[in-house]
Each structure stands twice: as C-alpha cells, then as structure tokens.
C-alpha cells in the first residue's frame, strides 16, 4: 500500500509513495537498477534498492555519514522504477541476484518472510531494536511475532485537506468539517449536506438546490472514489467493517458494503465527486482538481502534504476525517528496508541496518518535510520543517494516536494478483454499472481466489 502511497494503492498504496526529485548526495550519484551510489576505496561494498529517486538523494547524504564513521563498508544505491519494482524483486529473488538490502512495502513482504528470504531483524539487531521505531511500522511488519524489516517511513493517519476560499463562500467552516459525520443509515449524517453545499454546476447552483445541474458540474465537494488508502478503507474501517480476515477479503461483510454503498452513492446519487470514469483509471485526478481549484474537500494523507504546499495558490488547512458510526477509523501505513537473508556481506548488512534505524541515519528522510520518518526521534525534524511552514498536521496523527482504532492495510502472499481481480469488479460499480451488494459479493469470489492463487 506505502504508493497504501503506491505502496497499499497499486490499485492500492502507491500504499504508495510519492516522493520529491532525486538531489545530489555525497556519496555519488543514483540512477535506475544498475545505477550507483557508492563510497570507493571500502573493503565491503553492500547494495540498497529502492523504487524512488528522491528517497534516493536522502539515502545519499544518510549513508555518505555512515560510511565516514564505517570506513570499510559501502553501499551502493539503485533506484527500480515503481512500475516494475515488484516483479523483478520476484524474479532477483529466485535468481540468487537480489540487492544486500532492499524497500519493501506491508502487502508484499509476508512471502519473503516465509520464504526465508528476509532477515530476522530481531535476530540481527536485538528484540529491543523495535522499541524506537514507530509501533504502528513495527506492527505492520511482524509476522509469527518476528519483525521483518527496519521501519523507514510512516505514513500517519488519513485527514482532510480543505480549500479555504471555497468553504467561506459556501458558509461552511473547519469546525463543520472537524465535526462532521457520516452515517449509511442516515439519521445524525452532517457529512453528505455540507458537500452538497461545497459542490457547485456551471451556473453556480449548489448540489442542495433544486436547480442544480449534475451533468455540468465545476466544483466537486469531496473526492470519493475507488483509493484504498484514503477513502475505501477509512469508511469500512469507521462503519465497523473489515477488509480483510486475515489475508483472506471481507468485502462481502454486511458493514463492508454498506461503507462501499455510501461512497458510491456520493459519486452516484448524490453527486459531490466526480465519476469514477475520471477517477477509476487516474489515481491523481482529484489531486489535481483539488489543487486546481474544481474540489474543496481533498481526503489524503501525508503523502500528499508537500505536493500540496508547494503547488496549491489558494488558503487551505487540514482538518481531522468525518466521523463514522465506529468513529474515526483510519488506516496507517509504512515502508521498511529488509535485509537479504541470502547476502554473501551478513555483517555489513546488520551495520547498515542498525545505521538506517537510527536517529542520525533516519533524519535525512524526513528533513525536508517530503517524507516523515519512521524512527520516533528522528521524526521531530519533519514535524519543526512544517511548524516553520505554519501548517497545522495534527490531524493526520489525531486519528490514529495511541488507543484510537485503525484498520489493518492488506496483506498477503499474492495481495497483487488479488488486487488486480477486486479492482476489475470495482471498476464497475463505482460506475454505477453493478450494484453494490452483488459487486461486493462478486469482488470477495474473485479476490480470493487469486489470493490462493486459483
């Protein structure tokens, strides 16, 4: 899922992550698989894969540190592409031709573990290890109460993005949006009026006019739409419903569906979002018609924090997500690097874990506010980096601070494959083109059977 960023999106994601342009660090340059980072006159030379350039330029800087402390031991950085990441890890994999360390995201790393192909990093750094890490990471990486991998970045919490200009012509104030709630029996539902209120036609009548035009709309209210991570999740998370039991798909449960009928009415019935035609096949369209002005009401995560602050031209703030008849419910998520349990450099690559778990070695991540770190002390540099920007984003961690209640991403040995079939049948009811129930029903067949690889 972290692209839930690409990493929970890829259908989910993009987990996913999307990150700033590569900069230049001191310990050489990074480039696509068989492109380097490297520190030269080491006695070991060790290997990192990510699949971002920019995270890239933060491990530059990272490991040119570690590497003035660790004289003897370099790393090299190569950066696969997003879109082609997973599959050659697969087939590195199997050919014995896998980088020392590698990025790995919650819903494919269980296969590796299982597989003996990961090393046990509490074997390799000690149980206490995790105790500095963000528990939520930590949590989304152990397998058999055994953590596979080292916490790099964290995702926090799912919150609301808002045009401000947009809210006062409408009458509709943060605090509406921090109090909003939603409900698919209706009865104490605020949510649904308040987006009616924010979504305008061409000729400027709103959604909760009787002159309102659904088939030429200009502003969109909400960005309601078929994204795991912001959207699908948090609402089944907040109406009690479940995901997944296991690695096996619930979206057959009762709650589940009622969650999904509700968003779908928003783009449907009550039109405040826009067509799943536009949105099912372009994960950024309501990013960017928030950012062009056309949508007031942007639901997101930090993933999406710097983009926003440096394109949008409008006042906007954040605001915590619409409460739901479970509360507010929001999906946390991360990304780790692992260890290659097959590296012919076992002791390097322990060293470099150990480095990039650390405070000083994790803070490059976060320093310029792109991404936020997944070592707990480390994270203060990427909270001070938004605070002197004067943006508030409490709300992203209100929701999912100690003791409030989350929803698990996905998870599963073949979670791609699983993916791609729920996605297929999805694609059509978010249009409208199948009803929910039946959908829903027709999504968990599917799901899981691609899950047991059927």
Sequence with gaps: MTHLRKPLLAGV???????????????????????????????????????????????????????????????????????????????????????????INNSSYTSYAKSGNMVNIDEALGAEARDQWDANVVKAFTLDDTLWGVPQLSDAGIALYYNKTLLDEAG????????????????????????????????????DSA????????????????????????????????????????????????????????ITKEHVAPSAADTNMDGEFTRNQFLQGNMAIFQSGLYNLATIAESADFEWGTALLPEGPAGRVSVTNGIVVAGNAKSENPEAVAEVLEWLGSQEGNEYIGKNGTNLPAVTAAQQVYFDFWKDKGIDIQPFFDVVADGAPTIDPPVGDNFTAASAAYTEVLNEVFQGRVPVAEGMKTADEKANAAMNGE
């Design 172 to 207: 509709v104030t943060p605090d509406d949006l921090a109090n909003a709630k939603w409900s698919p029996q209706g009865g104490d539902d605020t949510l649904i009026n308040l987006l009616k209120k924010l979504t305008k036609d061409n000729s400027g009548n709103t959604a």
């Design 13 to 103: 994601l993009g987990m996913a992550l999307a990150l700033a342009a590569c900069s230049s660090g001191g310990s050489g340059q990074s480039g696509e698989s068989g492109g380097t980072a490297s520190n030269s006159g080491a006695a070991t030379t060790v290997t990192l894969r990510l699949w971002d350039e920019g995270a890239a330029g933060a491990y530059e800087e990272s490991l040119a540190a570690f590497h003035d402390q660790n004289p003897d031991i370099a790393v090299e950085i190569s950066v696969v592409p997003w879109s082609d990441y997973f599959t050659k890890l697969r087939t590195d994999i199997a050919a014995g031709s896998m980088d020392d360390l590698f990025w």
């Design 211 to 266: 002159d309102f035009n659904a088939d030429s709309i200009s502003q969109y209210g909400y960005n309601a739409a078929q994204d795991l991570q912001a959207i699908m999740l948090p609402f089944i998370g907040s109406n009690g419903g479940t995901f997944q039991n296991g690695d096996q798909f619930t979206f057959s449960d009762a709650r589940t569906t009622q969650a999904m009928q509700y968003v779908v009415d928003l």
